[in-house]
């Protein structure tokens, strides 16, 4: 697992409550893909393979929330149930503590080799306005 030392120290400066919890994600999606990266971007921590996949935010709170910016294009509601939101792009998962986000772990490396899978074989450029928007309806 390739850490970031600026990810490492923004936990030693930060010293979030739900570190733990923060740590069991981190771990879990950065070991899912080779191709996963980690930077701290807009004060937080953001999950990268070319474009951004998720950040965490509301770092201060006891739960950790997990937002997948365009996680409509990686959702499959079959084999993540845990992944919350209707709308036109960003996804969802929270976890309360290092047993849920244990739990979730399939669903996390599953997400992530999906996001870096479309990323790497020509699925939406990040830079696209189509890759951000929902489909036009007809």
């Not at 400066?13 to 990266?37: F, G, H, N, W, Y």
């Not at 004060?43 to 950040?55: E, L, R």
Request: net charge positive.
């Amino acid at each position: 697992m390739k850490k970031n030392p600026e990810v490492v120290r923004w936990f030693a400066e930060k010293k979030p409550k739900s570190e733990p919890a923060l740590q069991k994600v981190r771990e879990t999606i950065l070991v899912a893909d080779d191709r996963m990266t980690e930077r701290v971007q807009y004060g937080t921590i953001t999950f990268v393979c070319k474009d951004n996949m998720a950040s965490f935010v509301q770092v201060a709170n006891k739960h950790v929330t997990l937002m997948f910016n365009r996680g409509q294009l990686i959702q499959d509601r079959a084999k993540h149930p845990h992944l919350e939101g209707t709308g036109p792009n960003a996804r969802f998962m929270r976890f309360a503590d290092v047993a849920e986000a244990r739990a979730c772990g399939a669903e996390l490396r599953d997400l992530t080799r999906r996001w870096c899978e479309l990323m790497t074989s020509g699925g939406p450029s990040p830079s696209s306005p189509r890759s951000r928007r929902a489909p036009a309806r007809q």
